[in-house]
């Protein structure tokens, strides 16, 4: 992709009493979302969601949690991924969450946040968006995440009772998967004695996830009850740890990740943290020849061609970021964030027919990706198709939650698409929603 951070700002947008929302921001790449998607399979399987309906996705936040606000996706913030040692810690942390899926815990929070009065509902921009790109309108809620510390604690809170209920079907999760039910107590032993801090020292997840010493007894008793052994985890275990070094080279200082690569268990992870952080030092020569070393160590791995791509794009060497992409797109030929990638650099490269195809594939097969609405609008731009390039603009804005730019764009592709057209009724389902945010704005 164009660049290994693609930001989504999410806002709550059905505010049942005026309050200010607080954005948050999602990471996107490729290679980690396949790397947590082989983590999440067995365990997801186990719980009796199919893997293929649950996204794991990762939020922009330093502190350590883990939450879900719908069926359809599991969220893990940046430093808990960075905080655990271990596949079989993340892979707990997901069952647990699963559970909460599974559970039916998260059915009564709409009614819990009517009763409030103080949270602000979830996924319009997003289910709008969504929706409007023909995507399944049950998935489409629960996106959009914008919120309020009073609307953290309804939609992402869970009673004792729930914990209790999650972590039973947790650890029978694990079991199932033959992956080490003890590491769900590690993870919890992490936030051992937050219950004793003031609420603001608290981590996010000892707030939203109650905790106690009986808790922890209990979870220990039922994994220690758990027979038989584990089975080999090398394939988690490597995807972890390729996950967790690729998040840390793009998040923490590269002299850090440069003192610590050696530490990588293969020597694949090492070249590639090794690339990305001379990349973000500028020195381009040396990334290049990193992620080459690595890609000759791995010739049909997509997402080191995805990232080889990025570099080259990024250091204004748009032809060979050209043929790193096509390469990417050729090895892995459904994954929407390696097709946005390609499409970008086809734009770069002054091909915006091409460029035009390769995005569409990839707006179909994931609408969470607003950097490709806006690639999408600039190519209808150059080839002259205002009227689609006012639409995917509107349909970006929706998805931002920016709803009166989105109202002034679905007005212009309004008055310039085929009226009755599906482009124009697109175009009307965004307009409809945004005059509705408008009218409410005006009433705050």
């Not at 694990?174 to 590690?186: S, W």
């Not at 972890?240 to 992870?269: C, E, H, M, V, Y």
């Not at 650099?345 to 707006?363: D, G, I, W, Y």
């Amino acid at each position: 992709m164009t660049r290994w951070i693609h930001i989504v700002a999410m806002v709550a947008v059905l505010a049942l009493q005026p309050i200010a929302a607080r954005a948050v921001t999602l990471l996107r790449d490729p290679d980690i979302e396949h790397a947590l998607g082989i983590l999440a399979r067995p365990v997801l399987d186990a719980a009796g969601l199919p893997s293929g309906s649950v996204k794991v996705l990762i939020v922009k936040d330093s502190s350590l949690n883990a939450f879900v606000v719908d069926d359809r996706h599991i969220f893990l913030h940046s430093g808990l991924i960075l905080k655990l040692k271990s596949a079989a810690a993340v892979q707990a942390v997901i069952a647990h969450e699963a559970a909460h899926i599974a559970n039916g815990h998260l059915s009564r929070r709409p009614q819990n946040a009517r009763a409030s009065r103080s949270v602000a509902a979830l996924g319009l921009a997003l289910a709008v968006a969504a929706t409007a790109a023909g995507a399944d309108p049950s998935a489409a809620g629960g996106i959009a995440i914008g919120t309020t510390s009073s609307a953290d604690r309804v939609f992402k809170g869970h009673t004792r009772s729930e914990e209790s209920s999650a972590d039973a079907s947790a650890i029978r999760y694990l079991a199932t998967a033959r992956i080490d039910p003890h590491a769900f107590a590690e993870v919890l032993e992490l936030f051992r004695g937050q219950e004793l801090l003031s609420e603001h020292r608290q981590d996010p997840y000892a707030r939203t996830h109650p905790l106690s010493r009986d808790r922890l007894r209990a979870v220990k008793a039922l994994a220690a009850s758990v027979q038989g052994k584990p089975a080999d985890s090398a394939t988690a275990d490597y995807w972890f740890a390729r996950a967790q070094g690729k998040l840390s080279a793009f998040l923490r200082a590269p002299n850090w990740t440069l003192r610590r690569a050696k530490d990588s268990p293969t020597a694949d992870i090492r070249l590639m943290r090794q690339a990305v952080a001379y990349h973000r030092n500028s020195q381009t020569q040396k990334a290049i020849s990193h992620i080459d070393k690595a890609i000759a160590a791995r010739p049909k791995d997509p997402f080191l061609y995805e990232l080889k791509g990025q570099i080259l794009l990024e250091s204004r060497k748009v032809k060979s970021a050209v043929a790193a992409y096509n390469r990417a797109a050729q090895l892995a030929p459904r994954d929407a964030l390696i097709l946005g990638g390609q499409g970008r650099a086809l734009l770069v490269s002054n091909q915006p027919k091409s460029a035009l195809r390769v995005l569409e594939k990839a707006r179909q097969r994931d609408y969470r990706n607003s950097a490709v609405l806006r690639d999408m609008g600039t190519a209808y731009a150059q080839i002259g198709r205002n009227g689609m390039a006012s639409l995917a603009t509107a349909e970006r804005y929706a998805l931002r939650g920016d709803f009166k730019n989105a109202l002034i764009h679905s007005k212009r592709a309004s008055g310039l698409l085929p009226r009755g057209s599906a482009p124009w009724q697109r175009a009307q389902d965004v307009l409809s929603q945004a005059e509705i945010q408008a009218k409410k704005s005006k009433r705050k």
